[in-house]
Structure formats: C-alpha cells, structure tokens
C-alpha cells in the first residue's frame, strides 16, 4: 500500500480538493485525482491510496448516493475524518461567452439542486448535462463541449476561463461534508466530540421494523444524526439504513446500541468512529441522565451484586 498517496475525486479543482488541502497531513501526501467516486475507494482498497476524501453529505439535498452505496457494499472500509466545506459556485466559460451565449451548461449531479433557482430566473432555456465532477465539467468547457460549467471560481485558472458570474447558491450557508475513508484498523481515540456511522439491514419488513432499530438507539440516550434509506438492489422494497450517531464506539451507550442492533439485524456495517468536524467537546449536548460511562458501570456492577446475592 502507498501510505503516502491520498486519493480523491477529482481532476484537479474540484471542491474535494480544497476540502482535503485542509487536512494538515495533506501537504505531506501526494494527492491523486480520480475520475469517480468509485475509483477513488477502490483506490483504497486495491492498495494503491492509504485513503481517500470524498463528498458524503450536503445541506441541499442531503446523502451522496454515490458514496454511501460504495461504503455500503464491496469490500469494507471505514471513515477516519470528516470535513465540512462551504459551497458556493461561479458559472465559468471560455474567454468572450457571454451570459446570452450559453445554451449548454454542465457540473456534478449534487450542483444542480443547489443552483436550480438561479438557472430558472437568470437561464431559463439553457439544456443541462451531469459531469463527474465541477471540475471535470469546467474541463469539458475548456474542450469545447459545453458553453458554460458550475464549478468553484477558484478552478477557473488551471481550465483556462474566466468566471462569468460568482457567488452563485440558492441556499445561504450551504455546505458540503467530506469523508477521509481508509481500510479497516482501530479507531481513533474518543474526542469526546465524535460521530459514529454504521448501515443497516432489516432482518424482514414487518410493522415497527424500522421503530425497532431506532429504539435501541433512543433507549440508550443516542442522538442521530442522520438516517437515510438506500435499496439493497435485491428487488423494490428492500433497503437498508445509513445511520450517523452522535458518540464514539468505545462509549457505553453507543457500544452497546450497536451490540443491540447486531442481535436483531442480519448485518450491521461499522463505518467507524470519528471527530465531529468544526464542534468541540464543550459545545456537545449533555448526556442524558442515566447514559453516561459511569452510569452504565454502576448499573453492570448492581446486576453483578445482585446475581451473587450481594444488592
């Protein structure tokens, strides 16, 4: 394996890669663009990458399905990091394109819901077509093939065009969340500010299935933070559950939400535990009463004295 090398979706200039420079071990790796999110992890898995960065999550229009289908099947994985990135876009061309020029128009899927509204009122008949990335559809404007591309003004530059229009989002504040996805090892020591994502399968679909999941979450005092179903492709109506926890896997109370989820799941898939990006252990939620490290150890050691007839 090349513990040196970090993959991520590129080419070059995409929001991936300004997202991954500002992780500090970043600028002692040799970052290499792939065409997809696919080849970036399975760059990872085939040994070629140490680990790659690749948009999971955004505030517009929620999970990537791309990568969340990838961390769910194929050979596993597990996330180390997480990176949040505000998103804004410029409309990018080449040199001389005027806004009444432009009749095609290209960038990633996830850009279109997040500058939809702009299109509607400033391009209303403008054709667009999906690109692998912002940046791969500002290349495909370089080459001609479109007239214009979505894309982060700072990719302007290495395509060649000029950004035509900026600060282009239709939700104020818009973000983008990363994920820094390795094979499988320990995880990191708990901040005590973590996260922890896990997919699930639902044994059989049965009234109060999904309820069932969610309860030993709740039980225990676990916030989710995120749920989000994806078919399982073994036919409609099958699918199984994305979830992000708040916690780390070494805590009491997450430990053993998952150890129950695993009792009534044919599968769980532990995606790792990992830091909160941009939250710090003094701006977490308090537990609530009874979920606590200590708690749960005091209640393990009454049932221990009460079996010995101690209580």
């Not at 040994?47 to 990537?64: F, K």
């Not at 597990?78 to 990018?92: D, G, H, K, N, P």
């Not at 150890?259 to 990006?277: D, E, H, Q, T, W």
Request: charged share 20%; net charge negative.
């Amino acid at each position: 394996m090349s513990a040196t090398r970090y993959a991520y979706l590129g080419p070059e200039g995409t929001f991936t890669e300004v997202a991954l420079r500002t992780l500090p071990e970043a600028a002692t790796r040799e970052l290499v663009p792939m065409v997809s999110v696919p080849a970036a992890l399975d760059a990872v898995r085939n040994g070629e990458a140490a680990a790659a960065l690749v948009p999971i999550e955004n505030s517009v229009e929620g999970g990537i399905s791309a990568t969340l289908d990838e961390l769910t099947s194929g050979e596993p994985l597990m996330i180390y990091r997480e990176v949040l990135l505000s998103i804004t876009f410029a409309l990018l061309v080449r040199p001389g394109t005027k806004l009444a020029d432009i009749k095609t128009v290209t960038a990633h899927p996830a850009a279109q819901p997040q500058v939809r509204n702009w299109m509607a009122a400033n391009l209303p008949d403008v054709l667009w077509e999906s690109a692998a990335s912002n940046a791969d559809g500002a290349r495909l404007v370089q080459e001609g093939r479109y007239d214009a591309a979505f894309a982060g003004e700072f990719a302007a530059a290495t395509y060649g065009l000029e950004p035509l229009v900026t600060e282009i989002h239709d939700a104020v504040n818009a973000q983008t969340r990363f994920v820094l996805v390795g094979r499988p090892a320990r995880p990191s020591a708990p901040t005590g500010a973590d996260k922890t994502s896990v997919v699930i399968w639902l044994g059989d679909d049965h009234p109060g299935a999904l309820l069932e999941l969610l309860q030993e979450f709740a039980v225990r005092g676990v916030n989710l933070m995120l749920i989000q179903s994806r078919p399982t492709g073994a036919g409609i109506g099958n699918y199984c559950f994305a979830v992000d926890a708040e916690g780390h896997i070494s805590e009491r109370r997450v430990g053993e939400a998952l150890m129950g989820l695993k009792r009534i799941c044919p599968n769980v898939r532990f995606l790792g535990s990992y830091p909160r990006a941009g939250v710090t252990p003094q701006e977490v939620r308090s537990l609530r009463p009874g979920t606590s490290d200590a708690e749960f150890v005091a209640a393990a050691e009454w049932l221990a004295r009460s079996q010995d007839g101690r209580a």
